[in-house]
T-cell receptor, first 115, second 116 residues
Framework: AQSVTQLDSQVPVFEEAPVELRCNYS??????LFWYVQYPNQGLQLLLK??????LVKGINGFEAEFNKSQTSFHLRKPSVHISDTAEYFC?????????????FGKGTKLSVKP | ETGVTQSPTHLIKTRGQQVTLRCSSQ?????VSWYQQALGQGPQFIFQ???????GRGNFPPRFSGLQFPNYSSELNVNALELDDSALYLC???????????????FGAGSRLTVL
């Protein structure tokens, strides 16, 4: 079975500051890794994904994440945040060969960007 | 291209009632998944439909059931509602074979169910 732990439930940060949202996962098999963002009253939108290859993955809106197999982590980073980045961020995994719709999500991290 | 649309957006039911939630897939997608997102939690996988058949299920009782239609739209039915069923129900569509864990899901905005 797979599980995802997002280490911070809330992260407050000032505008233009860097931010890192932490994600650790547990799995006995190989997995794909995803970060989704959820704005208020909206569905989830894909930020980026790691399938294979380079461990540094770049996504939309200036976000990037690094896959670290030895530490089973997939932390999300942005060098300079904007007010519009205020949202909830979810880390998720899916199993190689598993149902394409079966994502295991973490509990989410609420990013609050203050002026 | 149209995205994933869900209806209704909000609804209130009482304990013991039944509810049907509807989802229209993104154009070109052939697979639909349903998730339950309780307040303060991440989404939890309920089940997936591919070629009109359920082909993956999370840890949800049989009173959660679904359908996928030939046009790839889908319904989620919940019988004998309980207070703990209060949540945001998310539908997601994707394209690919049944076992394509790398495929990206496109989510709808959800249906918020309140059970009193």
């Amino acid at each position: 079975a797979q599980s995802v732990t997002q280490l911070d439930s809330q992260v407050p940060v000032f505008e233009e500051a860097p931010v890192e949202l932490r994600c650790n996962y547990s799995s006995s098999v190989s997995v794909y890794l995803f970060w989704y963002v959820q704005y208020p009253n909206q569905g989830l939108q894909l930020l980026l994904k790691y399938l294979s290859g380079s461990t540094l993955v770049k996504g939309i809106n200036g976000f990037e994440a690094e896959f670290n197999k030895s530490q089973t982590s997939f932390h999300l980073r942005k060098p300079s945040v904007h007010i519009s980045d205020t949202a909830e961020y979810f880390c998720a995994v899916s199993r190689y060969g598993g149902s394409q719709g079966n994502l295991i999500f973490g509990k989410g991290t609420k990013l609050s960007v203050k002026p | 291209e149209t995205g994933v649309t869900q209806s209704p957006t909000h609804l209130i039911k009482t304990r013991g009632q039944q509810v049907t939630l509807r989802c229209s897939s993104q154009s070109g997608h052939n697979t639909v998944s349903w998730y339950q997102q309780a307040l303060g939690q991440g989404p939890q996988f309920i089940f997936q439909y591919y070629r009109e058949e359920e082909n993956g299920r999370g840890n949800f009782p049989p009173r959660f059931s679904g359908l996928q239609f030939p046009n790839y739209s889908s319904e989620l039915n919940v019988n004998a509602l309980e207070l703990d069923d209060s949540a945001l129900y998310l539908c997601a569509s994707s394209f690919g074979t049944a076992s394509s864990g790398a495929n990206v899901l496109t989510f709808g905005a959800g249906s918020r169910l309140t059970v009193l």
